[in-house]
């Protein structure tokens, strides 16, 4: 099927109404002239024939057929993602090699080497250090009943007569210094049931005696009076 376009309609009319033009020129010309009138019929006749090959040449019919051609279809594209290759594995460096140590000859053989003498031990003092003395304290110092030196003298009150005969009892608390020598310092009287005890009670306390100490002490006495 041959399809017509209409740009070559269009150009082969355009063709046709130049070649009347000339004809109808020619005409004229040659009306005033005969042999003018040969050399243009020829010429007319060649340019008719020339014009008339070009348009059978560039008609449809005389070419190959026009090929339709379909737009490319779109193709899908594929991305894949890939892993990154691992990394290299770390080579550690190899030990340098260590040099060995080539004894060297004993120049001397024969002579026998010195022998070297072991330490001695250390010598260990035998002297004990002396326990250092506890210090001494100002002044005396008070312990508990119980605690402090040994009683190793004892003497009873004398009984006042006066309290003898109103058969009156008593007890007197009394507060000692006790002497690094063991004997009796100074005497306060700390609580008394009945003061007519308290000098008795004195008296006799100044007659005891303890078992010497590093230093002096206080103690608390009670001393007791009854009848029997």
Do not use: C
């Not at 004229?28 to 005969?34: A, I, S, T």
């Not at 024969?110 to 330490?119: L, T, V, Y």
């Amino acid at each position: 099927m041959t399809m017509e376009r209409p740009g070559q309609d269009r150009s082969a009319e355009v063709r046709r109404r130049a070649a009347a033009s000339e004809i109808a020129d020619a005409e004229r010309w040659m009306g005033r002239d005969p042999e003018d009138r040969g050399r243009i019929k020829r010429g007319l006749a060649a340019a008719v024939v020339l014009h008339l090959v070009l348009l059978f040449a560039r008609l449809p019919a005389w070419g190959p057929e026009p090929k339709r051609i379909d737009a490319p279809q779109e193709q899908a594209m594929q991305v894949q993602f890939l892993k990154p290759p691992p990394p290299p594995p770390k080579v550690e460096p190899k030990p340098k090699p260590q040099a060995k140590k080539i004894p060297r000859p004993d120049p001397e053989p024969e002579k026998p080497e010195p022998e070297i003498a072991p330490e001695p031990p250390p010598v260990e003092s035998m002297a004990q250090e002396a326990p250092l003395a506890p210090p001494v304290p100002a002044g005396p110092v008070r312990v508990a009943p119980g605690q402090g030196p040994g009683l190793i003298k004892r003497v009873e009150p004398r009984y006042p007569p006066v309290a003898q005969a109103a058969r009156m009892q008593g007890t007197v608390i009394l507060d000692a210094v006790i002497r690094k020598d063991g004997t009796v310092g100074e005497i306060t009287v700390l609580r008394s049931g009945n003061q007519i005890f308290d000098q008795a009670a004195i008296e006799a306390l100044q007659q005891w005696r303890y078992t010497p100490g590093p230093y002096d002490v206080v103690l608390t006495v009670t001393v007791n009076f009854r009848l029997q």
